[in-house]
């Protein structure tokens, strides 16, 4: 394997990075075990997100780094449009037990923009097949992120993602986001104040009327805008609203899926239940692409009532792939047999603690916690926004340790195998990092 620096960076198009600056001074991982990668030069650098959010059980898990293997020399490939394989099957039972069948059937994809698109042309295509083909409209929510596919591009709710791409989907609406700094700062948890947020959904019900509303896709712990936690009660009364209307709900769980709140997923947490639910990242424990869109049982039965015949136009020729199966498969025993998420459950309190423990810091100007997540949000530099928060990215990177930044928020989600003395190394790493920042 090279371990070497590359002898040239320009082809590479990088994603979501900004590739002249990345280029003049990069940041190069060559391996990964636990808690850790190392980089080019031989460093330890402590992985505080999980990679990018997806890899909940540390990193070259044995069990699913040989089921990896085998798969590979077993089947590469197979597809899954009208054949199969036995490992998607078994995978799909699977995630049922895991889901403590909530839900019926799931469709695999290969990513979370993937799972987002799938989910809301499934809660398109049930209405039609229901006979309520006006209903059309997509509601999202902004400073959410639902991946970079038309579909979530357009219920997503952050401007720059959006801006340089057109007029995306067409009736689409958002309801407003929930952060509010005045009235939440420095809250744990879900915070007190917002609930009445929800009730904006009704206002837009108002609007557009029921009959042309198809869904609603929210996530339930936002990520990539920062760690914004739901206010109190707030996800419920969406349920609410939207079964009374009959407005499907949309979790998008592609971060909050597979053990981030220390339950399997963020509706048992809150003890919510969508009708679809989006999903990716640590299904395999982001060692192979996959994505997952679940499904209560009677979104699939109103597909299975159609005439004989294919019943939905939608998959991807990787969905199911027989080595992701693989991958996921040995990530829900790895789960099991290493009780992670209730080693998650007994960290909670020692991380929340090390988290606030940060108050006070320069320019934190508030925090925020849930599960094994948090948001640490920073006063932005005068007229450079995001400026502060990079700075600290790269400052940790230098001194060891991988922080996630998005505006002036840094997030942190590691590997839920951490250990009380990794918190203690993040975040004296993390202090000295905000001690010494412009
Ligand atoms: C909530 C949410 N949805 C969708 C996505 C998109 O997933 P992917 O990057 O796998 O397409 C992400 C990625 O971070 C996400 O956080």
Request: proline content about 6%.
């Amino acid at each position: 394997m090279n371990e070497s620096r590359p002898e040239s960076m320009s082809a590479f198009w990088m994603p979501f990075t900004n590739n002249r600056d990345f280029k003049a001074n990069p940041r190069l991982l060559v391996s990964a075990e636990g808690m850790y990668y190392k980089d080019v030069d031989g460093n330890q650098i402590l992985d505080g997100t999980a990679g990018l959010w997806c890899v909940p059980c540390g990193h070259a898990q044995p069990k699913i780094v040989s089921a990896v293997r085998e798969m590979i020399g077993q089947l590469d490939f197979a597809p899954t449009f009208q054949m199969g394989h036995p490992a998607a099957f078994d995978l799909a039972e699977q995630l049922m037990d895991y889901t403590g069948h909530k839900f019926g059937h799931v469709f695999y994809t290969n990513s979370g923009s993937e799972a987002v698109d799938t989910a809301l042309k499934i809660a398109l295509a049930y209405h039609k097949a229901r006979g309520e083909g006006g209903r059309t409209r997509l509601i999202g929510r902004e400073r959410g992120y639902h991946g970079v596919g038309f579909g979530g591009l357009s219920v997503g709710g952050i401007g720059p993602n959006r801006k340089s791409f057109g007029p995306l989907l067409p009736g689409v609406d958002h309801l407003p986001h929930t952060h509010n700094l005045l009235k939440n700062a420095f809250s744990r948890g879900e915070p007190d104040f917002g609930v009445e947020l929800a009730d904006e959904l009704e206002r837009l019900v108002a609007l557009h009327d029921a009959s042309t509303i198809a869904a609603v896709i929210i996530e339930p712990v936002s990520g990539s805008t920062g760690v914004l936690v739901p206010p109190k009660g707030y996800l419920k009364r969406l349920r609410e609203i939207c079964t009374k209307h009959g407005i499907l709900l949309i979790f998008d769980e592609v971060i909050t899926g597979f053990g981030r709140l220390t339950t399997p997923f963020a509706a048992d947490y809150f003890e919510v239940e969508p009708d679809l639910m989006t999903t990716a990242k640590g299904i395999t424990n982001g060692v192979i692409p996959m994505g997952a869109v679940f499904s209560k049982k009677f979104i699939h039965d109103a597909f299975m009532e159609a005439p004989a015949g294919i019943e939905l136009f939608h998959g991807y020729t990787y969905s199911g792939h027989p080595v992701a199966c693989a991958a996921a498969l040995a990530t829900l025993e790895t789960f099991k047999e290493q009780q992670i998420l209730e080693h998650a459950k007994g960290m909670q309190a020692y991380w929340e603690d090390a988290v606030h423990a940060m108050k006070g810091l320069p320019h934190v100007i508030d925090i925020r916690t849930i599960g094994l997540v948090a948001g640490i949000e920073l006063e932005p530099i005068a007229g450079k926004p995001g400026a502060r928060a990079y700075q600290a990215f790269k400052k940790a990177f230098a001194d060891g340790l991988l922080i996630r930044t998005t505006g002036d928020i840094i997030a942190l989600s590691p590997p839920l195998i951490l250990e009380k003395q990794h918190i203690d190394e993040l975040f004296g790493k993390l202090a000295t990092v905000l001690k010494n920042l412009d």
